[in-house]
């Protein structure tokens, strides 16, 4: 036979294992499967980014109208804004104010008709107060009165802060108390 | 050559295959992963945008429900309380005027470092207090009654250009009749310096804010002649919110 003259006609003999053959053909659907899902992918991609971009240029529109249209209201802000800006402090203010007329009430019932020296009211809301009366039994009196006050929560902390005895039988007191207002 | 020709007949199965998935792989990476970063870059501004459009509209829904000479009669209230600046001639007319309905007589009034005399020009903050706002602490001697002093004291809380007793000392002799010293503080607010006016959410008028305006309409006004009522506004470009 002449090596030189032959010709094989026969298929050229796989030499592909069948584990191989089995190992391409799970290749081959892997291929399509990761094609395919590339391909989806990029289509919802590219559909989903042109209704994203017209909704955008929607909104954007829209924004500019509405800005136009505050523009024409733009007094009525300004006026909206001082009146929150001059409300937040002055809420603070009238809440920060005392009714010291409660307090004149107040020392008018503890006093019962006796006369009043002076009083006086510090920074801390306490009111120091003066009295002089005529005997022990109005003194003592006058101190019950305070105690009732307290009861009823009318007043903090009373201190008896001086007790002069007079040789007239006056008896000078200084007390001090907190009303509350 | 051969070789090669021969591999590729023989595993052009792999070939093929391996040459879908590189180009899968490189579209991904190339075109489908930075476009989901896009769409989702996209997604958030749409959502930013959205809110604020969202914003906007409530905000001129609000604004075109507001009356406008509504607002301008409250804030000149308002003012009226809480001048824009130390407004001192208004002080003084309030306590006059305080001072004539009770029936006490004034006999001092010492203004504590007054300081500038116009404007919030000068305000440094050590006069801001609690209230947020800078202060003038005043002292005041009166005479009268001690009934007299109690209607002034209940008076004071109802005038509109605001004080606040803050100590005072009541000496009565034994005629009965009552010499008054005390410390009042007055307040004063400048406009803000820049009303920003973008697209932030308009501050609403609560009940609350309308019960407390209420209030202040009702104070009576010793001063509002006094005090001013043109204020300027600077860093909005807008000048004055009264100016029509």
Request: glycine share 6%.
């Amino acid at each position: 036979m002449n090596p030189a003259t032959d010709i094989n006609l026969l298929k050229a003999k796989t030499a592909l294992s069948p584990t191989l053959v089995v190992l391409e053909r799970h290749l081959h659907i892997a291929s399509y499967v990761v094609l395919v899902g590339a391909l989806s992918a990029s289509l919802f991609l590219g559909v989903g980014y042109v209704i994203l971009r017209s909704k955008l240029g929607l909104l954007i529109s829209n924004k500019q109208k509405y800005v136009s249209l505050i523009a024409n209201q733009s007094r009525k802000e300004v006026l909206l804004v001082l009146i929150k800006d001059r409300l937040s402090v002055l809420d603070k203010i009238i809440a920060s104010q005392k009714n010291w007329v409660v307090a004149f009430d107040l020392i008018a019932r503890v006093l019962g008709g006796q006369p009043l020296n002076s009083f006086s009211v510090n920074d801390e809301q306490q009111v120091s107060m003066s009295i002089t009366v005529f005997s022990i039994e109005e003194a003592i009196s006058l101190v019950d009165r305070i105690a009732l006050e307290m009861h009823e929560k009318k007043l903090i902390r009373p201190t008896l802060e001086s007790l002069r005895y007079g040789t007239d039988g006056s008896v000078d007191l200084s007390i001090v108390f907190i009303p509350t207002l | 050559m051969v070789l090669i020709k021969h591999i590729i007949r023989q595993y052009h199965g792999f070939v093929i295959a391996g040459s879908i998935l590189v180009f899968s792989g490189l579209a991904i990476f190339t075109a489908v992963v930075p476009g989901i970063r896009v769409t989702l870059s996209l997604y958030e501004q749409l959502q930013t945008l959205t809110r604020e459009t969202e914003t906007l509209a409530s905000k001129l829904s609000y604004l075109e429900s507001l009356d406008e000479d509504k607002l301008t009669h409250q804030l000149q209230d308002l003012v009226g309380a809480l001048p824009l600046d130390k407004s001192i001639p208004s002080i003084f007319a309030t306590i006059d005027g305080l001072a004539a309905q009770s029936g006490v007589s004034i006999t001092d009034i010492v203004l504590e470092s007054p300081g500038s005399i116009a404007t919030g020009s000068a305000i440094n903050a050590a006069a801001f207090k609690s209230s947020g706002s800078p202060e003038l602490t005043l002292s005041i001697a009166a005479q009268g009654t001690l009934d007299e002093m109690r209607h002034l004291f209940g008076q004071i809380q109802n005038v509109r250009r605001l004080l606040s007793i803050k100590n005072f000392n009541v000496s009565i002799n034994a005629s009965g009749f009552v010499n008054f010293r005390g410390g009042l503080v007055t307040y004063y607010r400048a406009l803000p310096a820049n009303l920003d006016q973008s697209t932030q959410a308009l501050p609403v008028i609560t009940e609350k804010e309308e019960v407390l305006m209420g209030k202040v309409a009702s104070m009576e006004s010793l001063s509002q002649a006094m005090i001013s009522r043109s204020p300027v506004v600077s860093g909005t470009g807008k000048t004055d919110p009264f100016s029509r």
